[in-house]
Antibody, heavy 118, light 107 residues
Framework: QVQLVQSGAEVKKPGSSVKVSCKAS????????ITWVRQAPGQGLEWMGG????????TYTEKFQGRVTFTADADTTTAYMELSSLRPDDTAIYYC???????????WGQGTLVTVSS | EIVLTQSPATLVLSPGERATLSCRAT??????LAWYQQKPGQAPRLLIF???YRATGIPVRFSGSGSGTDFTLTISSLEPEDFAVYYC?????????FGQGTRLEIK
């Protein structure tokens, strides 16, 4: 059974960066993409992009290109999402999810709340 | 980018009733359309993938249909635990996108 466990809530100042972790267990880590999705308070789901650990290759949606970096550590089966130049409107729950087929997300982490406030 | 529009925004029904949720795409997604359920404080849960296939453990009262640009999620007889927000998602082309959600509320 695939499980994804994310790091805890963060409070950050505008202009700073945040790094969220996503520890995977069960299944195979390397050859399935880890996708990141965010959800602002009371809003819908927003696809940020993902990484395939086996290749270390990441894809980012246009909105986040240049401001977000995905990494993955195969030894610890942990994926990371780092978002820089934080703004108050980056306040959201950030979810990691693992695909089964391309861009299909049956496995989700519990979410990490990132609050950006001065 | 393919935009998915869900309707209605809110659906108010009673347990035992039939729910019909719609998702329309701005261009064809062939059959690469999924549905997720999200309850307060929880991560989304995959219900239906590739238009009509139920994910593991999803009850048979959930069914999906459609093709191209118009899709439907049907819940045949609502149970109390079905009241939640439902999102459609396309995986036909990059970037994958979600609809804005339909909130299913208890009457």
């Amino acid at each position: 059974q695939v499980q994804l466990v994310q790091s805890g809530a963060e409070v950050k100042k505008p202009g700073s960066s945040v790094k969220v972790s996503c520890k995977a267990s069960g299944g195979t880590f390397n050859n399935h993409a880890i996708t990141w999705v965010r959800q602002a308070p009371g809003q819908g789901l927003e696809w940020m992009g993902g990484i395939i650990p086996m290749f270390g290759t990441s894809t980012y949606t246009e909105k986040f290109q240049g401001r977000v970096t995905f990494t993955a550590d195969a030894d610890t089966t942990t994926a990371y999402m780092e978002l820089s130049s934080l703004r108050p409107d980056d306040t959201a729950i950030y979810y990691c999810a693992r695909d089964r087929e391309q861009w299909l997300l049956p496995y989700w982490g519990q979410g990490t709340l990132v609050t950006v406030s001065s | 980018e393919i935009v998915l529009t869900q309707s209605p925004a809110t659906l108010v029904l009673s347990p035992g009733e039939r729910a019909t949720l719609s998702c329309r795409a701005t261009q064809s997604v062939t059959d690469y359309l999924a549905w997720y359920q999200q309850k307060p404080g929880q991560a989304p849960r995959l219900l239906i993938f590739d238009t009509s296939y139920r994910a593991t453990g999803i009850p048979v009262r959930f069914s999906g249909s459609g093709s191209g640009t118009d899709f439907t999620l049907t819940i045949s007889s609502l149970e109390p635990e079905d009241f939640a927000v439902y999102y459609c998602q396309q995986r036909s082309s990059w970037p994958p996108t979600f609809g804005q959600g339909t909130r299913l509320e208890i009457k």
